[in-house]
């Protein structure tokens, strides 16, 4: 069953309301319980779902991956998640989510789908510091802001790619492709936003290289509040909010309020309005493009290409692009 998101009007329309879809599926038993717990994807990474086709397996891959599939022509590794995340499918491997994020394709093996609903972020609670380590970014109230909701777990799936597949992630040092330093005013800041610990520090990492003080935040709602605190104080200095935070970098996916809306609510601030944005994203394709651009963004990143997001960054600033080596 192919995922169609440009037949659904409706689905596409809830980025500009802070709402999302989530597919529910389930991985099996966890260890010391008889729980199939829930998990959770946004719907806009799942291509399609189908029933488990024959796996080829392949010699010398990652215990995790299971083998390649053949989906009309396209080779695509299937991915044990269930291994991964230290469940048991005890009702077998039924399922495979073919997804498409981060500029990638691939499938996941998992024992069911249960369901897809409609949230709104703010009952996406983040997860940091939580049992599930740092492969579980947040966490769902799939039945609203309730004690007794039940719950599904949102895997990091960028960071499951980099952990099973580290050959085709290898580690860049940003000072060898970010260019020279941003020279931005002095005193100024990037305001980042992401959900995701490993992101954060390879943002960290990008922006120390082209010598920019940031403030880091996890979430789109605390960028927001952030960013409310440092307009107030320079309308009472007689300033611009711009004068402290000269970009803000925000990630779509996030807990409590997303890169959609925050977006959105700076550039509908006239005291923040000014200030230039770029969305930066594992959620690629057309139709995420044109939701960026109707909610007033400046630019749009795919991640994770340092080059690519040190040249947006000067692209939004005004300053020309800096050829590494040159």
């Known amino acids: 069953m192919a995922v169609d998101h440009r037949a659904n009007d409706e689905r596409s329309n809830l980025t500009s ?182 992101a954060r520090k390879l943002i960290e990492q990008a922006l120390s290289a082209i010598g920019a003080d940031y403030v880091m935040t996890k979430t789109g709602e605390e960028a927001w509040n952030t960013l409310q605190q440092v307009a107030r104080e320079a309308q009472s200095n007689g300033g611009r909010a711009k004068d402290s935070i000269a970009l803000v970098l925000t990630d779509l996916e996030m807990p409590e309020m997303d890169g959609f809306m925050l977006t959105r609510q700076i550039k509908a601030d006239e005291r923040t309005r000014d200030i230039p944005v770029i969305i930066h994203s594992s959620l690629t394709g057309a139709a995420n493009e044109a939701h960026v651009k109707n909610a007033g963004a400046n630019g749009y990143v795919a991640k994770f290409a340092a080059a690519e997001l040190a040249d947006a960054i000067r692209s939004a600033l005004g300053k020309a692009p800096v050829e590494v080596g040159a």
């Open 17 to 198: 309301s802070n709402k999302f879809e989530l597919l529910l599926y389930r991985l099996g038993s966890v260890p010391g319980s008889d729980q199939h717990e829930l998990y959770g994807i946004n719907v806009f990474k799942v291509r399609e779902i189908s029933t488990m086709p024959q796996v080829t397996p392949i010699a010398g891959s990652s215990p995790y991956v299971m083998g390649a599939v053949d989906i009309r022509g396209q080779i695509i590794p299937v991915i044990d998640l269930p291994r991964l995340m230290g469940c048991e499918p005890t009702r077998g491997l039924n399922i495979l989510l073919v997804t498409e994020f981060a500029r990638s394709t691939q499938a996941f093996a998992v024992e069911e789908v249960d369901d897809i609903v409609r949230l709104e972020w703010n009952q996406v609670l983040s997860a940091e510091g939580a049992a599930g380590g740092n492969l579980v970014t947040s966490i769902a109230r799939i039945d609203g802001n309730t004690g007794d909701s039940r719950l599904a777990q949102v895997i990091d799936v960028e960071q499951v790619l980099r952990d099973v597949f580290p050959s085709q992630h290898p580690a860049v040092d940003p000072a060898s492709v970010m260019g020279e330093a941003l020279g931005i005013r002095r005193g100024a800041k990037i305001l980042a936003a992401d959900d995701s610990g490993f």
